[in-house]
């Protein structure tokens, strides 16, 4: 195990939808409908391509939120049940899972108060793996389609993740913002091992994911 700064806290940025997809996976239903407001795509960062008005499945928006990173889907998520209090079920959750060091303002990730250390984030990933598998399956996919259920039409969505696709890659989250620099979990296996990898606040977090997985291979 390579472990370095466990409990220093760090913007997380949109590491915070990990949080953002379990919390929808346990309050929605994965066929209830949500409806894109005005006010979710006028949120920040355009990924997704998200329109007003679009209907989508609870899991379709899920699988949006995850691999292109759209903050305008996790918005819709939280307005689907009152924004505040899907924010407050993302702290109870972190509670739950004793990270006492992370605070969730948001579920996009935008807000720099989103904060958390390696060590809660560590928790995090082991629960996702125990309880919802799923969300590193849709997240080491290199793409997926989704359908908007007003047209019924089948959209192509490609993660914006460099490592999705790869065979020894078994999913993850990147997240940035201009306070955080580049933040990214990353799962992977070799040899019929699995190792966890995170990385905050690097400037290429996927060159500096690659040096640690190929120093663990060599070194296993």
Do not use: C
């Not at 953002?20 to 795509?41: G, K, P």
Request: aromatic share 10%.
């Amino acid at each position: 195990v390579l472990e370095f700064f466990l409990e220093k806290r760090w913007p997380i940025a949109s590491l915070t939808k990990l949080m953002t997809a379990v919390v929808a996976l346990e309050n929605y239903a994965a066929d209830q409908i949500i409806i894109i407001s005005d006010h979710a795509v006028s949120t920040e960062g355009i990924a997704g391509n998200l329109v007003a008005h679009d209907n989508f499945k609870t899991f379709d928006l899920i699988k949006i939120l995850l691999i292109t990173s759209s903050n305008d889907a996790s918005v819709a998520l939280g307005e689907a049940m009152g924004y505040q209090k899907f924010v407050d079920l993302m702290q109870n959750k972190a509670f739950d899972l004793q990270m006492a060091n992370t605070s969730f303002f948001d579920p996009s990730g935008l807000s720099i108060l989103n904060q958390s250390t390696i060590s809660d984030l560590e928790k995090l990933v082991n629960y996702i793996i125990m309880s919802h598998p799923a969300i590193f399956e849709i997240t080491a996919k290199s793409d997926l389609y989704v359908t908007e259920l007003n047209s019924g039409l089948a959209r192509l969505i490609r993660n914006n993740n460099e490592f999705a696709g790869r065979l020894d890659f078994l999913g993850g989250k990147t997240g940035y913002i201009n306070e955080s620099n580049g933040n990214l979990i990353s799962l992977f296996t070799s040899e019929n091992k699995q190792f966890l990898i995170i990385v905050m606040g690097a400037g290429n977090r996927f060159l500096e994911t690659e040096k640690i997985f190929n120093w663990l291979k060599a070194n296993q």
